[in-house]
Structure formats: C-alpha cells, structure tokens
C-alpha cells in the first residue's frame, strides 16, 4: 500500500487556534462551513472579534488539504497546526460529548471563556507571557534539575533556579492524570472546576507568584495566552511569565519519553487521552484509590458535573459520585436532590426547606431522572437562579408574582423559591363602620404565612395564631427599620445552598434584594457555601447596617429599578442607585422602568434581562 493511499484512509485530530482581528466574521464562518463541509470534517470550530479556535477530524488527507486552504488566508500566517494520527471515534457518547458527531460552527463573544465576570474586557492578550519551545522550557526545568544557571530569564541574580516555578493552567480533573513535575521546581495546581475560576484563582496567590519566574502550560497553548496575559497585568512582581508554546501536546511531540512530563495529556476530543511511550497511570479510582486515569466512561460528580474517575471494579449503572472538591466542601450522596416522576424531592435533609419550583430541576449540574431520561444524562443547558422574595411575602406568592418572568425565561432559566426564615406575625387592617363595632381579625386557616429576610430590634416571631392590628397606613420607609435577622438569615442560605443548590445565580426582589446584595459583599468569603456566579437585584437597596464602599463588591450584577421617585412607592430610585454604585465599575448593568415595585417582563426590559443572562450560559 502507497503512502498516499494510506494517508487516504487513516483518521486524525487537527487541533489550532491564532489571536488575530477578524473583520468580517460572517465571511470567515461561510469559509469554514464550506471547506469543512466539503472535506466530510467533524468538530467544533469557533469564531470571535479576535480570532479562531478549531479542533476538527477526519481523514488525514482531507485534513491537510484543510490546513493548506487556511494557510492561503493571510489571517493564518504564522499560525501552530496541531495534526495527529488517531482512531476513529468509536465510542459514540465519547465522540457525541466532544462534538465529533457532527461540525459545529460558531460565533462567540470570546474562544475561550477566562473570567466568570462576563460582564468584565478580557485582558490583553498582547501582553500575553513569552512563549517558549518545547525545547526551550524542557532546558529550563533541565537547568533548574541541575542547579545550572537559568538562562534567557533574568540573570541578575545567580539563585534564579530557586525562584522558578511551574503554573498549571488546567482544571482539575485534566491534571489528575497528569503534569509536569521536577522535584526542584515546585508546581502550583489551582485545582479549579473550569478555567474560568483561574483569575480568582491567580487574584488569591498572587504574593506567591510575585517575583519569580512563571513557566506556565496547557493543553495546546490557548489558555495560557490569556492567563499570562492578566497575570502580567498586574504589573511590578510580574514581569516575568513565560508559556509552553503549543502546549503539552508539542512537549509530548518533542520529549516522546515524556520528559518532565509525567502521565497522559487529557485532550477534548474523542481520544481522551494522549500519553508518552513511558506514561506512568498517575490517577487513582475515586472510591477505591486504585491506580486508574480512563475517563472514556465519562463519570461525573452529581452535584458539579465534573469528570471523575471511577475504575471498572467500582462502578455500578446508576451510581451517584461526588468529587473531591464537592467532598471537601462538605457534599455527600446523602443530600444529593433527586427528581422523581418530575416531582422534586429532597433525601436526608437535616433541617425542612420549603422550595417551590417553576419546573424540574434542568441545571448541567444535575442529573435528570424524571420521564424517560436515564440516570446521569445531562439535560438541556438552563440556568437554576434563586429567588429571594420581598418583606412580608412568601415562595408561593413570589412565584406567582413573578409567573411572567418566568415563562418569558423558560427556555434558559429555572427559577427556585424558598420561604424566607423569619415567620412573620399576621397583621389585619379592621373595617369600622361604626365606633361601637368590634371587627374581628379573619380566621387564621384562610391566610398565608409571611416571611422576611431582616426584621425589626423589637421583632418577634409570629405564629397562627398571633394577630396584630395594623398601626397605620403604608410607611415607605418601614424598610430602614429592619435590620436585625440577617446572621440567621445567612446561615439558612448556606443550608439551601447545600441541599437544594447548586444554583448559577440569585435574584433578589425588595429586601430580598438587599439580601442578595450582603451575601454578595461577603462572596470570597462565603466560597464552598454560597457558591453563584451573578446576582438580580430587583427594587433593591443597602442595608443601613451595612458599610458598602463604593465600587467594593466584585460580582456580576443586573439592577432593575424605577426610573424616578415616586415610580416605585416602596423603594426609591436613590437607594436603590446607591446600591448598585456599590459594585465594581464594569460588573454591574442598570435597567431602569416606570413600572413601579415590580419586575417589568415587557419589551424592552425583558430583552435586556434576557441579554445579561445569556452572557452566563
């Protein structure tokens, strides 16, 4: 057989990206799904304002006749074809998970998504760190073994091996099976969920990287060029970053024994897993510790989804798992949520939750067992955001409030309510017709318990059968009284967030917002208990307890308010300002309506709602 026709037949991997402007993304998007489409290649690629990132296969001659068609655009120049020989994609849940089932053409906001503040530029990628050949890095990690000098770094100081130091760029569950490791470089796994956890990461140990040299690597080199990039930009301490150019991949390529590289490379395509000629098995079974790092199964944590590793011994159709970071925060398959015939259901909940639903739960972190659905299968992608109603309110009647919003965002959002923990006393208005006429309050069984989030000095709480005659008409300041109750308020937010959650984010209405708004000022610390990626705060104002600074709280953030005093009689447009100016420029967008103390589902506020949760799918 020729090499030719051998070429003609075997299958392979193209993996490549390039920083560059694009001016004219709808042509570039007509190109790739043209030239694919006509060379039968499957995958991913995706197109954004300043550049591509592409992982496709197919036969490899078909993917070189690819590569010599980008390489004819003058956009393309100089940029890293990442082509290997493979197995065809025989496992169709493995291929149809990496997108290898079909070609996926996108337009996106940003190729790799660095920050979980979407709302926050990216940084500079032309600050990004030096890149260094596989060679280049492979003789710096050689010097520091042996104690030589660090060339090509900064040379002013002759203990420079000393200050070097090895940053993993990956998550969690990729440098599980392996990473780069001397015993005379220290290497730093941030352990993080996804990449976009890496800045907090970064912001959190930053004196520890301050001063050295910063060798950093990935899989293929895309997300060090952001990564080294805002490390970088923190100026004085952090000059000194430097990044694998291409990657593990082109490690492995140029050190095929390994090198200082010990395990496999983890790679998101339907090999999995790509190793050395000597790969050591450097993962171990999650339930048993065996020596074991194949994920073809794609096992994942019930509460987070992350992959696990489960060896073959240990698991069982229909088990549940729990990751290490969901164990070390506390998490058991005792209190995983379960939906049962599309009716929610919670086990082993130590305290009662009272939680209302706008339907089954459909977060990518839970497992969906209701209808036909099997154990473990991942459901349509759908925010699951928290609801905190307002004083004297409750789940029930929240939700029944908010029955609009919640229809117009069925298709990317869930919605949970949960009764506040302060029960509140019931309070009657009495109707006189006459001085002598006594006007008893109506029965207890005909109303609704009330809650709240913060109450008075002075409260106490209610019960069915405590009534309280209402002390005067409407007071629109009442709310700047209640500051008492939000320790144990907190404290029942962990607990729903431990047994109910997780949830992406939480919308706040009144003082539910002003709720909402406390637990984001305490949000590093709160971190493994309170865990959420934006907030709503609707009709929202500070705590007078509180000591908000301006510009103080780092979260992302939608404000919805009335326009002008006197829109919304309950809270003022002031305070409710005053609220957001408190959240750091750049992490906030303000909606403002003349619709009074609600949450507006009309055009246009509905569109711009609609627009600030999409960033977060």
């Known amino acids: 057989m020729s090499d030719e ?28 799904q043209s030239n694919c489409s006509s060379l039968n290649l499957l995958g991913r690629v995706r197109l954004a304002p300043h550049g591509v990132n592409v992982t496709v296969g197919g036969k490899l001659s078909s993917l ?35 997108g290898f089932t079909s ?81 005379s470089v220290e290497t730093l796994d941030p352990e993080i969920r996804q990449y976009s956890d890496l800045p907090s990461w970064i912001d959190n140990h930053a004196e520890k990287l301050r001063g050295k040299n ?46 200082f590289f010990k395990g496999k490379n983890f790679v998101f395509d339907h090999r999995i897993s790509v190793g050395s000629s000597d790969a050591d098995i450097m993962g171990n079974c999650l339930l048993c510790g065996s020596s074991f790092d194949d994920y073809s199964s794609r096992c994942r944590c019930t509460y987070c989804r992350m992959l696990v590793l489960v060896c073959d011994n240990c698991r069982k159709q229909g088990d549940l798992y729990v990751c290490e970071l969901c164990q070390k925060h506390g998490k058991a398959v005792g209190s995983i949520p379960l939906i049962e015939e599309s009716k929610s259901r919670v086990t082993s909940l130590p305290i009662e939750l009272k939680s209302v639903s706008t339907g089954p739960l459909s977060s990518p972190q839970l497992p969906c067992r209701h209808g036909k659905v099997s154990v473990g299968t991942v459901c349509p992608r759908k925010l699951r955001i928290l609801c905190l109603h307002g004083f004297r309110q409750n789940a029930s009647g929240f939700k029944g409030r908010t029955a609009s919003l ?40 005909s109303c ?42 907190l404290s029942y937010l962990k607990k729903v967030f431990s047994q109910e959650g997780p949830f992406d984010g939480i919308l706040g209405f009144s003082q539910g917002a002003a709720m909402a708004a406390s637990v984001c000022a305490q949000r590093e610390r709160l971190k493994g208990e309170i865990d959420f990626r934006f907030v709503i705060l609707c009709s929202g104002f500070a705590l007078q307890s509180a000591k908000f600074e301006h510009g103080s709280i780092n979260c992302p953030s939608l404000h919805i308010f009335g326009s002008d005093l006197g829109k919304d009689r309950q809270i003022a447009n002031l305070a409710s300002r005053d609220l957001a100016s408190t959240f750091e420029d750049g992490c906030s967008v303000i909606i403002e309506h003349d619709c009074g ?21």
């Open 597 to 617: 103390h609600i949450i507006p589902t009309r055009s246009p506020y509905i569109d711009e709602i609609k627009d600030f949760l999409q960033r977060f799918l």
């Open 5 to 32: 026709t051998k070429k003609d037949e075997e299958y392979g991997v193209l993996l490549y990206y390039n920083y560059t402007t694009i001016p004219d993304l709808n042509s570039l998007s007509n190109f790739y």
């Open 448 to 489: 609704k318990k009330k809650f709240a989030w913060l109450v008075a000095p002075d409260f106490l709480e209610g019960s069915e059968i405590d009534w309280k005659m209402a002390d005067g008409p409407f007071d629109p300041l009442q709310y700047q009284q209640q500051t008492d109750g939000f320790n144990v308020s």
């Open 64 to 98: 070189e006749s690819h590569i010599a068609a980008v390489k004819a655009l003058t956009l393309f120049q100089g940029t890293d074809f990442k082509l290997a020989t493979s197995h065809y994609p025989l496992d169709d849940k493995v291929a149809h998970e990496c």
């Open 103 to 183: 070609l996926s053409i996108r337009i996106v906001k940003e190729l790799v998504t660095f920050s979980s503040h979407p709302l926050l530029n990216p940084p500079d990628v032309s600050n990004a760190g030096r890149h260094l050949s596989a060679v280049e890095f492979h003789s710096l990690l050689q010097s520091a073994v042996f104690c030589l000098p660090v060339l090509g770094l900064n040379e002013e100081s002759p203990t420079e091996s000393e200050k070097l130091v090895l940053l993993d760029a990956r998550n969690l569950y990729e440098t599980r099976i392996g990473k780069f490791h001397t015993q």
């Open 406 to 445: 919640a229809k117009k965002l069925k298709s990317i959002a869930e919605l949970v309510f949960v009764d506040a923990p302060h029960e509140l006393s019931f309070i009657y208005q009495p109707f006189v017709t006459s001085p002598s006429q006594d006007c008893p309050p109506p029965a207890p069984e």
């Open 214 to 259: 910063v060798l950093m690597y990935c899989t293929g080199g895309i997300r060090c060029e952001m990564a080294s990039a805002y490390l970088r930009s923190k100026g004085v301490g952090f000059e000194n970053v430097f990044q694998l150019y291409g990657g593990i991949q082109r490690y492995l390529e140029q050190f095929p024994d390994g090198g």
